[in-house]
Every structure is written in C-alpha cells, then in structure tokens.
C-alpha cells in the first residue's frame, strides 16, 4: 500500500510540476502558481510517506503559504497582462535547452555512480533538535544569502512597477 501511495505522490508531483511551466489551461502565471501549490503540496506527501513530519509542515507552512503569497504578490505588482504573448528568442530557448540538458546529464551520472541497493538507516528519528541544530550549524550562511536575494528581488519588483507620479 506504501508502494501505491508512493507511486501516486510522485505521479502528482510530476504531472503539477509540468503544469506549472507549460499550463493548458490559460496563459495567467496565477493559474501557474496554484499549480506551484500543487506540487509543494504532493511534496509534502512524499515527506509524509518518508516519516518526515517536521519537514512536511515546513513545507506546507513556509513554501506553500510564505513563499506563494511572495509569489503571488510580485505577480500581482508586476500587472502582467494575459493577452500579452511571450515571445521566445533562439538564445533564450538554446541556453535553457542546454541547461536541461545539463541537469539531466549529471542527474544521470550521480544515478550511474549511484549503490543500487543501498537503503542507510535513517541517523534522526523525528528529533528536531538535532535538526534544527544541522541547520543551524551548517546551513546558516545559504539560508542568510538566499534571505537577502529575496529582499532584493522585492526590492527590484518595486522599483520597476513604480508607477510615475505626477
């Protein structure tokens, strides 16, 4: 039955996540972003399916709620216009195409490199000191930088919808 479950989140997670970047349904990056809530929400899960609670309600909690309503509110200062069409240079398509590429290389070669039996015992079991520690200790500096990358997208965001007073 944890097969099913397992198959069925995975199943979601793809199938939202292709939604998000090629969206049949309409052309508005709204419809994209509950899509987004889509994914983190079938993420979320997979962690559930994992045993691990505390990061599934983080991911709910801090991506689904927090970082959607940033989403969403840069979307919405932004006043992209649905009839507006994107036009796609060959430079654009060509350096995101190589890009994919490139992931999907290296995905492939961790996966080659990869014990194909290996199931390691977990080190915590549900203990959120050790991780809060874990991140504490080590992951404080990605965790400062990204915070700071975020505040200045905002900041830009502002900046460029500013509307010129008279």
Same mark, same amino acid.
């Given at each position: ?25 309409? @052309? ?17 899960g997979l962690f559930v399916l994992l045993h691990a609670y505390f990061l599934a309600a983080v991911q709910v909690l801090v991506y689904a709620g927090a970082v959607m309503v940033l989403f969403l509110f840069v979307i919405m200062l932004l006043d992209l216009k649905a009839e507006e069409e994107r036009h796609i240079r060959a430079f ?26 290996? @199931? ?12 809060? !520690? ?27 919808? !500013?509307?010129?007073? !008279?």
């Open positions: 039955m944890e097969n099913f479950f397992f198959y069925f989140f995975a199943a979601l997670t793809l199938i939202f996540a292709f939604l998000v970047i090629a969206n049949p349904f309409s @052309n508005n990056p709204v419809t994209s972003a509950m899509f987004l809530v889509l994914t983190i929400a079938s993420l979320a654009g398509l060509g350096a995101g195409l190589i890009s994919v590429g490139a992931i999907v290389s290296i995905f492939l070669i961790s996966l080659l490199k990869a014990p194909l039996l290996s @199931n390691p015992a977990p080190i915590v079991h549900g203990d959120t000191l050790a991780l809060g !520690k874990l991140l504490f200790n080590q992951y404080s500096l990605p965790f400062e930088i990204v915070s700071v990358l975020l505040l200045v997208a905002m900041i830009g965001v502002v900046l460029l919808s !500013k509307k010129e007073l !008279k």
